[in-house]
Nanobody, 123 residues
Framework: QVQLVESGGDSVQAGGSLRLSCTASGKFAYSSYCMGWFRQAPGKEREGVATIDTDGITTYANSVKGRFTISQDNTKNTLYLQMNSLKPEDTAMYYC????????????????WGQGTLVTVSA
């Protein structure tokens, strides 16, 4: 089955940048899928950050719009999240996720998850 592994999390100062990566195991032949980044801070519910579908259509949470960019490299089966102008409120565990159907920013509808990578932003 498909396995997702995130990397790139680190501790940075406010205003800094990070790029997260998510690699999917092997090739998979899906005619339609959605991949996305979600995050969860201590004591808070998991929230959608950004998604991208088979056609490259992207969706962003209002809180990260203009600062974060989601992209994919299908030749490497890798999903990226470029994070610029980081703020302390961006501090969270970031998860990569996959849906075999339509995109959703509701984490309850995503079917495959990575283990998470921690991002800490200090003031």
């Amino acid at each position: 089955q498909v396995q997702l592994v995130e990397s790139g999390g680190d501790s940075v100062q406010a205003g800094g940048s990070l790029r997260l990566s998510c690699t999917a195991s092997g090739k998979f032949a899906y005619s339609s899928y959605c991949m996305g980044w979600f995050r969860q801070a201590p004591g808070k519910e998991r929230e959608g950050v950004a998604t991208i579908d088979t056609d490259g259509i992207t969706t962003y949470a209002n809180s990260v719009k203009g600062r974060f960019t989601i992209s994919q490299d299908n030749t490497k089966n890798t999903l990226y999240l470029q994070m610029n102008s980081l703020k302390p409120e961006d501090t969270a565990m970031y998860y990569c996720a996959l849906s075999f159907g339509a995109c959703s920013m509701d984490h309850r509808y995503l079917e495959v998850w990575g283990q998470g990578t921690l991002v800490t932003v200090s003031a």
